[in-house]
């Protein structure tokens, strides 16, 4: 059975970094374009950009700028560097392997002000 699980959510001042991690089992990393969402409160779940098979990336206009995503597929693991947090970015962030059923449990991300 895939696995998605997510990890180094947590709470952060405004203007913080954090670092997520999305470990996989078995070869999902490499064997699809992996995503990243966010679902605060209240709202739809949001894209917020992608990694390729062969690192491409691309972002929102919400992440652009701030958020980089990477990934390592020796260790079956995908990662989304944040910088710059905001309030607004307080959300459940989920990893997702593109054009299939796999999600991650989530990680909640909490911005203070």
């Known amino acids: 059975q895939v696995q998605l699980v997510e990890a180094g959510g947590g709470l952060v001042q405004q203007g913080g970094s954090l670092s997520l991690s999305c470990v996989a089992s078995g070869r999902i990393v490499s064997a699809y374009a992996m995503g990243w969402y966010r679902q605060a409160p209240g709202s739809q779940r949001e894209w917020l950009g992608l990694?390729?098979?062969?690192?491409?990336?691309a972002y929102s206009d919400s992440s652009k700028g701030r958020f980089t995503i990477s990934r390592h597929n020796a260790e079956n693991t995908v990662y989304l560097q944040m910088n710059s947090l905001k309030p607004e970015d307080t959300a459940v962030y989920y990893c997702h392997a593109n054009r299939t059923d796999y999600w991650g449990q989530g990680t909640q991300v909490t911005v203070s002000s």
């Open positions: 990694i390729t098979t062969d690192n491409t990336t």
